[in-house]
């Protein structure tokens, strides 16, 4: 079955820095990976996704990079924000999973002021 | 419109006992799934339901279950509860028609079994 994973597990960047974060899935066939954003006791939220036809995409400080050949994906996010703080999450949803997804273990972002 | 809905909040269970979680999507939205989270294991998928029957199911023991009304709140339930069923349960929900659709999540319920 699909396995995804993400890198680092923890992240630490000055205020105004560029954050990475890296998944890889396993799963060649899977053709929708969003990213999900957990702030301590909420919900996740939905930052950003792409489809397997495109490359990259973007929405203000945030992008996404898909390499279907190389089957990783990346979020950039540009000048960080204390409020960007927070657990970020991969995933990949393979076929045959219906609406479900794989998550990554998550990246634990401190955006230091 | 209205986000996904959880009740209750919070629940505090004794091992043995069973539990019953709810869930009401986003209006509109006929898939609804359920996830656990744990620090340890992340966030994995338990089973998904479309239109009151069960599409999709992870690789969770079978006192997990769930269902579906026609309304499409969802209830799941886990019997002969285990310390190690402490867990934050989240639904997502989604109009579930094709496999490139976003899925929204609700607070969800965090169970702590003693």
């Known amino acids: 079955g699909e396995n995804v994973e993400q890198h680092p597990s923890t992240l630490s960047v000055q205020e105004g820095d560029s954050a990475v974060i890296k998944c890889t899935y396993s799963?060649?066939?899977?053709?929708?990976f969003p990213w999900y954003k957990q702030e301590l006791g909420k919900r996740p939220q939905l930052i950003i996704d792409?489809?397997?036809?495109?490359g990259e995409k973007k929405d203000q400080r945030i992008a996404v990079t898909l390499n279907k050949t190389a089957k990783h994906f990346s979020l950039h996010i540009t000048e960080t924000q204390p409020e960007d703080s927070a657990v970020y999450f991969c995933a990949a949803r393979p076929p045959g999973y219906g609406q479900n997804f794989v998550f990554g273990p998550g990246t634990r972002l401190s955006v230091l002021p | 419109k209205a986000g996904v809905t959880q009740t209750p909040r919070y629940l505090i269970k004794t091992r043995g006992q069973q539990v019953t979680l709810s869930c009401s999507p986003i209006s509109g939205h006929r898939s609804v799934s359920w996830y656990q989270q744990t620090p340890g294991q992340g966030l994995q998928f338990l089973f998904e339901y479309f239109s009151e029957t069960q599409r999709n199911k992870g690789n969770f023991p079978g006192r997990f279950s769930g269902r579906q009304f026609s309304n499409s709140r969802s209830e799941m339930n886990v019997s002969t509860l285990e310390l190690g069923d402490s867990a934050l349960y989240l639904c997502?929900?989604?109009?579930?028609?094709?496999?490139?659709?976003?899925?929204?999540f609700g607070p969800g319920t965090r169970l702590l079994v003693l």
């Open positions: 997502a929900s989604s109009f579930g028609g094709t496999s490139e659709e976003t899925q929204y």
């Open positions: 799963d060649s066939a899977s053709n929708y």
């Open positions: 792409i489809r397997s036809n495109v």
